[in-house]
């Protein structure tokens, strides 16, 4: 699709949301709220046509009870299972403009570290208005429910629903204090082995149970790392991702290290990706089942 087919597409597009935008104005307040990359988003009244740029940010505007304000949303949007009858605009890494221009949204949703800044900027350009949705922590996830609630006016699901995920994480926090910390390395994927730095979400998991990223200090957010390095880095737990609810075959693969600490000591874990990958209410789900599993190292290592 060529530019001048986009602005030509969204030329009509703003008229239509000008008029509406006005509309809005005249018969509710202005809502501001600033997103995580610290821009102030501005809307005249609550969004009514949202597209979601991320399966998680689907996922958390569900949350919050915005479904039905849901008129677009990214491959993989498959949570929950209403989610997949929402027009697709592609895939996070390649949406497509004429659909999301015709879509007419009055509020997209992106995520930096996915989507890419450039592509979102580039939808800033084409007169959109995108919140940038980007948690590195457990508590922003919360503060990004409070303001997609605020943006689509369910403030009250919106608030409860941070609430009582502030609420688990204060929990899991109180649970874990006193505990000794643990090296860990996460897993993402086998081939190429990859992990993630300290900058990432699952890094403040590993931090809430009582761990330390064994990767923390990697340049990347999502490093590609050669076998030699977690050799060198000996965590004494591994936790693994994957593709589904399975635990990977490619997680036992690691016992061609035995001098490994977590090999030796029998601490290889899996936990389901969509429990800590994704940036949701599930993600107490995934950290609970981290803090057991260190829990279980730390009792084994007590009967040493």
């Known amino acids: 699709m060529s530019v001048k087919t986009v602005v030509m597409v969204l030329g009509f597009v703003l008229v239509g949301c000008g008029q509406w935008a006005l509309a809005g104005q005249q018969q509710g307040e ?108 457990l508590l922003s996830v919360a503060d990004n429910l409070e303001r997609y609630g605020e943006l689509t006016n369910n403030l009250v699901r919106g608030g409860e629903a941070a609430r009582q995920f502030r609420q688990g994480v204060a929990q899991l926090e109180r649970e874990n204090q006193q505990t000794s910390q643990l090296n860990v390395f996460y897993q993402v994927w086998n081939k190429p082995l990859q992990t993630l730095n300290g900058s990432h979400i699952i890094s403040d998991v590993i931090r809430l149970c009582g761990g330390r990223n064994a990767f923390a200090d990697a340049a990347v957010i999502a490093p590609r ?35 490994l600490e977590a090999v030796k000591n029998e601490d290889l874990y899996f936990i389901p990706p969509d429990h800590l990958q994704r940036h949701t209410v599930r993600m107490l789900l995934g950290a609970r089942q981290m803090c057991q599993q260190l829990k279980e190292v730390r009792k084994k290592a007590a009967l040493r």
Do not use: C
């Not at 076998?227 to 589904?244: D, F, K, T, Y």
């Open 225 to 259: 790392i050669g076998v030699e390095s977690v050799l060198a880095a000996n965590p004494q737990v591994i936790i693994a991702s994957g593709m589904g609810e399975a635990r990977p075959q490619w997680l036992d693969q690691w016992r061609d290290w035995p001098e």
């Open 30 to 137: 202005k809502i501001m709220v600033v997103d995580d990359m610290g821009r102030r988003i501005e809307l005249a009244r609550e969004a009514r046509r949202v597209i979601s740029l991320a399966p998680h940010i689907t996922e958390n505007l569900f949350t919050v009870g915005a479904e039905k304000q849901l008129v677009g949303v990214v491959d993989y949007s498959d949570y929950p299972e209403a989610a997949a009858d929402i027009r697709s605009v592609g895939s996070y890494k390649r949406f497509n403009l004429e659909v999301i221009a015709a879509l007419q949204p009055d509020l997209i949703i992106g995520w930096a570290s996915g989507n890419g800044m450039g592509s979102l900027q580039q939808l800033v350009d084409l007169g959109f208005t995108v919140y940038i949705s980007n948690p590195q922590t």
